[in-house]
């Protein structure tokens, strides 16, 4: 009974939506189609238009309820250097940078040797 009752009224919600509806908001079939699916199979019928049958219209984005003050916003992490040199160039510029090392580590041994340090 509750059943026949919920089909029912399924049913005629159905029918006033595709009847209210402007010819244009009606996708794959004119509305006259449409009713008579909706009256001869009226649960798959209407599960039809529903999925199918109807324009709905754009959804509008809404603002955020809350949002974060513009000092607290995440900020994008900068963007990492890119490095436009070879392997071999960046090797040379490691072993560089190490004999460089090793070359100041000597003077400073050295001048603690003599003393000056």
């Known amino acids: 009974m509750l059943f026949s009752l919920l089909v029912l009224a399924f049913s005629v919600v159905t029918l006033i939506d595709i009847i209210t509806r402007e010819e244009g908001q009606v996708k794959h079939l004119p509305k006259f189609g449409w009713v008579i699916i909706a009256i001869l199979i009226p649960l798959l ?8 049958g109807r324009e ?3 959804r509008v984005a809404r603002p955020a309820l809350f949002t974060r003050p513009a000092a607290e916003q ?6 990492r250097p890119v490095d436009t040199r070879t392997t071999e160039q960046q ?4 072993e560089r940078e ?16 003599r003393g000056e340090a």
């Open 45 to 52: 019928g209407g599960a039809l238009w529903w999925a199918i």
């Open 74 to 79: 995440p900020q994008a992490a900068p963007a």
């Open 98 to 113: 190490a004999e460089e090392e090793r070359l100041r580590a000597e003077i400073l041994r050295r001048k603690r040797e």
């Open 56 to 58: 709905y219209p754009e």
């Open 91 to 94: 090797l040379a510029d490691l």
